[in-house]
């Protein structure tokens, strides 16, 4: 995050995971509609935008709790179901905060591993090696950040029936899972109590800046994270939460425009990665980042050098703890994102001076 937020800038940004901003003036709003302050009957959350996210995911609002982004989302997911010193199975490679998030919380984390040669998908027999009767959580992201691979409904009641037989939970970031634009997946929350999901309109609807994020969580537990956000961020920003209802209201409007983007994004990716020998990628269907590997040399020095002779930028794998690989982001603008992987090409081709 800290490498995003001051190091991931050049003018060839490729080391995005959302798609582009929607703009503003495109989204049909009563600006005479937005109030800075609520009342106090929705301090637990605003009753529209509950609903709105209860209506999108086809659950009860009662199992609902609005927070700020996914990132919040999963710190108080875990904080809610983690004491320090419980086990937490955390997929590898994984999304860092993600693990930063368990450590701060002093959970005793371990990891279950996801292979290229597998095409980066959950092996439930992996899982079940790494489990221990003091796992709590099982922690999962589908769509995989970063590799973008999709984890199908029988994989998952795998996944509970295995976190059930120790007790434990199976917290799902779906964040990216809206992404699946052909037969959008139902919420892994409505296959069963042993499911906590996090997700948010941040980044495939190109509104991150609302910071609308939810938890969908069986009511008791739902209970708790809306009073430990209390300690956080106590109440939402209320115009981003009307604002964030109008985005709900015109989902499907935002949810064409980035589909648009990232599926020429894809096309334009799938080109590029059929003519390099030098690095190898899985191709996914769906999603808005790919992995590829580097097949020979450092990926470190080769992104610095892609940065300084070439102004172009992408993720480091180190921060997924595959320092071979490298991240690249589907849905910007598409000519920059093609002037990017040209310059990525120019790059494996230019030898090292
Ligand atoms: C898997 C995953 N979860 C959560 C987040 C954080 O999202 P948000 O901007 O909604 O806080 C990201 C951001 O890249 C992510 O990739």
Known sequence: MHWSKTQSHARFNLATSGVAPFPFRELPIDLNKVEINSDNSNSYGYAPLQQAIAVHHGVD??????????????????????????????????????????????ANVKRFRRVEENGWAIDPHEVRRCI????????????????????????????????????????????????????????SFCLGPDFVVTSSLTKIYGVSGLRCGWILAQPDLAWKMRRLNDLYSATPVHPGELLSVVAFQHLDLLR??????????????????????????????????????????NADAFLERLRSQFDTSAVPGRFFEMPDHFRIGMGTNIEMFAEGLNRISRALATPIS
């Not at 096309?267 to 980042?289: N, P, Y």
Request: aromatic share 6%.
């Open 61 to 106: 609002p009662d199992c609902v709790v609005e927070s700020a982004g996914t990132s919040m989302a999963n710190h108080l997911a875990m904080a809610a179901i983690i004491d320090p010193g419980d086990e937490v199975l955390i997929e590898h490679p994984a999304y860092g905060p993600i693990l930063d998030i368990a450590q701060y919380l002093g």
């Open 132 to 187: 221990t009767p003091k796992t709590r959580l099982i922690v999962i992201t589908n769509l995989h950040n970063p590799t973008s691979a999709f984890t199908p409904e029988p994989v998952l009641h795998e996944l509970a029936d295995i976190a059930r037989s120790v007790g434990a939970l199976v917290l799902v970031d779906e964040v990216y899972l809206d992404a699946v634009y052909d037969d959008t997946p139902r919420t």
């Open 256 to 297: 064409e425009r980035a589909r648009r983007i990232v599926d020429a994004d894809r096309k334009l990716l799938r080109d590029f990665l059929a003519r390099q020998s030098e690095i190898s990628a899985v191709s996914t269907e769906w999603g808005t980042t790919s992995f590829p590997r580097l097949l020979r040399g």
